[in-house]
């Protein structure tokens, strides 16, 4: 008993101290995957880069995990610890990230396509760090929480990388603030200091490394092995499970990334908030409107992870009454500022991420107790079909927004039943084999439709593709600055008597109201203001979002038919996914 208490990790502040310390990688790194989502008007505007571009960007982040870099991680994480795996991964993610921010700042060049191939390099680093260092934080977690409250810990962990996402999408606009190499700086700065917080944490790792050893407890080895991998990909389940896998991330994730873009186009949502939008706090909007999704955040934990830590049913009641209370009280004070977030493209996007902070635990549990979980993931990918469905083939908000929370509730719903059934099917001793295996396909879906996606849509929208370029091409060789309304306006109309694709577009705008318009806002200095204004007004036409939203649709198609395959299969094998937990169908 003696040697136990000597552990760091059995005193609860430590614990929780180091689960802070390794979130930061969490938060960083799923704020960097997803925070150019809300910049892609910006980029257009200010960078010229066309949708299949933008799509190419994010799509190529996941290319060394197509090809075996999860694996790799992981068997470096077996061989060199925790510590040496996050310091070697998290060092290649910031890396990749610093290059990223460089590039978009112009430093190693200023023609596009030196930003773009250098951005993309920085990209592929950072996407080869970004999966290895999620596994290492839940590692982490098990090697600091086992015995402990290990479930409340990974949820919070994972809450924190979904928290990252929302604010990634929600502010990316805000701190860009029409330049979008100030939005990669800020989102590279948070990977380094969330480097900086591992290599303090791995000073404790040491420490309780040399204490462990004096207790004798080992790490648990889930080695990568190839013989493990042949026997996997012929048990009919875990193929079923991994191909779900593939095909339902592959219509949530990339869509995620394009769900501002999609609202803004499609359902005419703001691009930027208009001022009465913003929240302040100690003067600053991006800390006060940042400050919004904390809070949720913590209302979210508190509601769906924390109650199930009270044991006495009493507490729990009075616990959750306060919660409920404080939270009604923090709705009312931004009651009028939230329906201005609900009319813009970044913020009511990020609510996709951020709700599953709290649905995740709350269906986690369900799945616990109740089992179902095959059922659960053809729920879930019935939901999805509908919110693809709702999202392109019409054109209401109201449907939007249902569709919205469909995917909201199914992206909380599936990964809450898949993932423990993964448990079920395979041995504890092939986990990591699976998991790897099953991360390293799900990269070649989020490749494809992360860069099939933008290909889609420069495909379905030639002629507004080049207006777009044209018309922001003719507004980057002014100088804002220096020229009149006028000198815009016999601009726009030069490039309309062009040639080209872009004529057509370019020929339908009305120059007087341009104009006036622009006169009436304070003549905007900048590319991006001068654009949002034109594409406010109706003068550049939307994006037609309808056939590249039909593409998920049929993964969705897919997730369902093998939703139910799998059910068929467990039917058969009997691993027992739709009983809860720690029951199989022997017990019955
Ligand atoms: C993209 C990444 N490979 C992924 O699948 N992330 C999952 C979390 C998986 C956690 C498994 N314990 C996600 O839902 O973000």
């Known amino acids: 008993m003696d040697t136990i208490k000597k552990s760091l990790r059995h005193t609860p502040a430590m614990r929780w101290l180091m689960l802070l310390l390794i979130s930061g990688l969490t938060f960083g790194t799923y704020w960097f995957q997803d925070f150019f989502g809300g910049l892609k008007t910006i980029m257009e505007n200010d960078m010229g880069f066309t949708s299949e571009e933008f799509g190419r960007l994010i799509g190529l982040t996941t290319i060394a995990n197509m090809f075996g870099m999860i694996i790799v991680g992981g068997i470096i994480l077996d061989k060199w610890g925790v510590r ?8 290649i993610a910031t890396l990749g990230a610093s290059i990223t921010a460089l590039a978009s700042a112009g430093f190693f060049g200023e023609d596009h396509s030196t930003m773009l191939n250098m951005m993309i390099l920085g990209r ?26 290990l479930a409340l810990a990974m949820a919070l962990n994972m809450g924190l990388g979904r928290l990252g996402s929302a604010m990634g999408i929600a502010l990316a606009p805000d701190i860009a603030n029409g330049s979008v190499p100030s939005a990669v700086t800020f989102a590279a700065t948070l990977i380094g200091i969330a480097l900086i917080m591992f290599l303090i944490y791995s000073v404790f790792d040491i420490k309780l490394d040399r204490q462990e050893k004096v207790e004798g407890a080992e790490e648990d080895g889930e080695d990568f092995k190839f013989s493990d991998l042949v026997k996997l990909i012929t048990n009919k389940s875990f193929l079923f499970i991994a191909l779900l896998c593939v095909a339902f991330y592959s219509a949530v994730f990339p869509f995620i990334q394009y769900a501002p873009d999609i609202l803004i186009n499609k359902f005419e949502f703001s691009i930027l908030l ?28 508190a509601f769906a992870a924390i109650p199930k830590q009270i044991k006495n049913i009493n507490t729990r009641r009075v ?31 990020a609510l996709i991420p951020l709700g599953t902070i709290i649905f995740t635990p709350i269906f986690g549990s369900y799945v616990d107790s109740k089992g179902k979980a095959a059922s659960l993931m053809i729920l879930g990918a019935l939901l999805l079909i509908f919110a693809h469905v709702s999202m392109s083939l019409f054109n209401y908000d109201w449907l939007a927004y249902l569709g919205l929370i469909s995917l909201g509730i199914a992206f909380s719903l599936v990964p809450a039943a898949m993932w423990p059934s993964v448990a079920k099917i395979v041995a504890e001793n092939r986990l990591g084999t699976a998991y790897a295996s099953m991360f390293t396909i799900q990269n070649w879906g989020l490749g494809l439709f992360f860069w099939g996606i933008g290909a889609m849509v420069d495909w379905f929208n030639p002629k507004i593709v080049a207006a ?13 600055k220096d020229n009149t309304i ?6 726009l109309q030069d490039i309309g008597l062009a040639s080209g694709q872009e004529r057509e577009v370019i020929q339908e705008m009305r120059f007087d109201e341009i104009s006036t318009q622009l006169a009436a806002n304070n003549s905007p200095e900048k590319v991006d203001e001068v654009m949002n204004y ?25 997730s369902i038919y093998l939703a139910f395959q799998l059910k068929k299969a467990d039917a058969k094998q009997r691993y027992g996914l739709e009983l809860p937990s720690g029951q199989t169908p022997d017990d019955e």
């Not at 370029?469 to 804002?480: G, P, R, S, V």
């Not at 034109?534 to 897919?558: H, K, Q, R």
């Open 84 to 91: 040496m795996a996050g310091i070697v991964f998290g060092g």
């Open 486 to 491: 006028t000198t815009i306006r016999n601009g």
């Open 534 to 558: 034109l594409s406010s007004l109706g003068e550049i036409p939307a994006y037609d979002y309808t056939y590249p939203i039909l593409a998920l649709v049929g993964l969705g198609v897919i």
């Open 468 to 480: 777009k370029q044209a018309i922001a091409d003719q507004l980057h060789a002014f100088n804002l």
């Open 319 to 349: 616990y959750m009454a306060v919660i409920a209370l404080l939270f009604a009280g923090f709705l009312a004070s931004i009651w009028d500022v939230m329906g201005i977030w609900l009319q813009n493209g970044s913020k009511t996007a």
């Open 274 to 301: 208009p001022e009465n939008g913003n929240i302040e706090l100690f003067g600053s909007t991006s800390l006060g409107n940042a400050s919004v999704f904390v809070a949720l955040y913590i209302f979210a934990i």
């Open 124 to 149: 592929i680093l950072f996407g080869s760090g970004l999966e290895v260092v999620c596994v290492v934080a839940t590692r982490t977690a098990v090697k600091w929480f086992k015995g402990y409250e």
